[in-house]
């Protein structure tokens, strides 16, 4: 597979993360519509009742910021997901949400657990270990990204402050951990320089014979320029008789 096809834009990068998008502002928008209140479909730990909670309650918030807070990161981490790793995105959201949403069932504390923060987790903590794991330089860079914009979330997966479900902060971090090592994806083989080969002949690089063994610089003579040799060209007259003659 060539990198050309691997790294391939296609709907799917879009589609996505806007239906991600849609569909938890649609569920918020229903709740402030009919005034009704979904928190009870969120996961509650350790009852048979709770574990419904694990397909509904990434779509449901408690708060416009909860909302706001939660959008863009799940925008950008679904885009990502679906442009670098498409042939396996959908099977991390699938299994991953069911993973982390276990995971806060069976440790989460007896109150409900909403929000899609836990999604958020588990996209981030797949797309850091799975480029890095692939060790493909763009996955790894997008893996250095992911760390530069997102890294203070790993706080949050510790009971650093009420209010917050760290258990399904970890759960989708744990969850994103697990399948960026189990599930298996082609990534397209990394190029390699001439001077990276195994039948790299050093001695016939010019560039490398510029420096010794020590790797200090050699400053080789100028090369000597031979002259062409000139090309002399001699003309020889003949008269024309004949003509003379004629004449």
Do not use: C
Request: aromatic share 18%; hydrophobic share 45%.
């Amino acid at each position: 597979m060539s990198e050309n096809t691997y790294f391939k834009f296609t709907n799917s990068v879009i589609i996505a993360p806007l239906l991600a998008v849609i569909t938890i502002w649609t569920v918020f928008w229903v709740e402030l519509r009919f005034k009704i209140n979904l928190n009870d479909y969120g996961i509650y730990p350790q009852r048979i009742s709770g574990l419904k909670g694990i397909v509904f309650s990434p779509f449901i918030h408690g708060s416009l910021e909860h909302l706001y807070n939660n959008t863009i990161p799940l925008a950008i981490l679904t885009a990502s997901l679906f442009y670098f790793y498409r042939s396996i995105a959908l099977r991390v959201l699938f299994i991953g949400v069911l993973i982390s949403g276990l995971f806060t069932w069976a440790i989460g504390r007896p109150s409900y657990h909403i929000g899609v923060s836990g999604v958020i987790y588990l996209l981030a903590s797949f797309i850091f270990f799975k480029g890095i794991f692939t060790k493909h330089y763009r996955l790894v860079a997008l893996s250095l990204i992911v760390v530069f914009i997102y890294g203070s979330m790993l706080w949050y997966i510790f009971p650093v402050e009420d209010g917050i479900s760290w258990e399904g902060h970890l759960g989708g971090f744990l969850a994103g951990l697990l399948l960026a090592f189990v599930l298996r994806t082609e990534v397209p083989p990394i190029r390699k320089y001439a001077w990276e080969e195994d039948d790299y002949d050093e001695e016939a690089d010019a560039f490398l014979r510029q420096f010794d063994e020590n790797g200090n610089f050699i400053e080789l003579p100028p090369e000597e320029v031979i002259p062409e040799e000139s090309v002399r060209i001699t003309y020889h007259f003949k008269e024309n008789k004949e003509s003379d003659s004629m004449e």
